[in-house]
């Protein structure tokens, strides 16, 4: 079965950092261009990043560029998303993808609180 | 800034009957290869989304036959024929190149 399990979620206050992990299995992810995308509680889906097969190709929406790096280890099939100086705005549900959106995760919440 | 702009936002649909979402693009989706990349995404209560339609009107593997898509450039269209209970939801449209819009979202909700 093609799988995708995120972790990594939690609760950090304003500022702190996060580490989010995508575990695939029943696919091998380096034949694939991967993302990240999240969704705000009740809101609607914002792609946050990518990364092509090798990891040297990285994009990032606007509001994250400088505090979140796509990252990948093909050996281990995982995909990474590395969350600093996080704000309140960045609350949401984080899934990891496929590139074209034919594989999802289940998603890991993350909260920005104090 | 590319924006993907979806209509209606809310849909209500007799069961049987059918269903049409807009998503209209800022700029064309056509790519250099020729190709026009625009995705549908299907996200049902509580779970995750799924990929409906792929290249504007490739459905995907298990996608029930109801569900079409087409369009070309900047507008494209995702059409249910005949509603089910099942596709109660929120339907978004996405770009497959930078910066990977997607759509508001239409919630579709049975009258």
């Known amino acids: 079965e093609v799988q995708l399990v995120e972790s990594g979620g939690g609760l950090v206050q304003p500022g702190g950092s996060l580490r989010l992990s995508c575990a695939a299995s029943?696919?091998?992810?380096?034949?694939?261009?991967m993302m990240w995308v999240r969704q705000p509680p009740g809101k609607g889906l914002e792609w946050v990043a990518n990364?092509?097969?090798?990891?040297?190709?990285?994009y990032y929406v606007d509001s994250v560029k400088g505090r979140f790096t796509i990252s990948r280890d093909n050996a281990e099939n995982a995909l990474y998303l590395q969350m600093n100086n996080l704000r309140v705005e960045d609350t949401a549900v984080y899934y990891c993808?496929?590139?074209?959106?034919?594989?999802w995760g289940q998603g890991t919440t993350v909260t920005v609180s104090s | 800034d590319v924006v993907m702009t979806q209509s209606p936002l809310s849909l209500p649909v007799t069961l049987g009957q059918p269903a049409s979402i807009s998503c209209k693009s800022s700029?064309?989706?056509?790519?250099?290869?020729?190709?026009?990349?625009l995705n549908w995404f299907q996200q049902r209560p509580g779970q995750s989304p799924r990929r409906l339609i792929y290249?504007?009107?490739n459905r995907d593997s298990g996608v029930p036959d109801r569900f079409s898509g087409s369009g070309s450039g900047t507008d494209f269209t995702l059409k249910i024929s005949r509603v089910e209970a099942e596709d109660v939801g929120i339907y978004y449209c996405?770009?497959?190149?930078?910066?990977?819009?997607f759509g508001q979202g239409t919630k579709l909700e049975i009258k």
């Open positions: 993808a496929e590139k074209e959106g034919a594989v």
């Open positions: 029943g696919f091998t992810i380096n034949n694939y261009w």
């Open positions: 990364t092509n097969e090798d990891g040297r190709s990285k």
């Open positions: 700029q064309t989706l056509v790519h250099s290869d020729g190709n026009t990349y």
């Open positions: 290249k504007v009107s």
């Open positions: 996405r770009r497959s190149s930078y910066p990977y819009t």
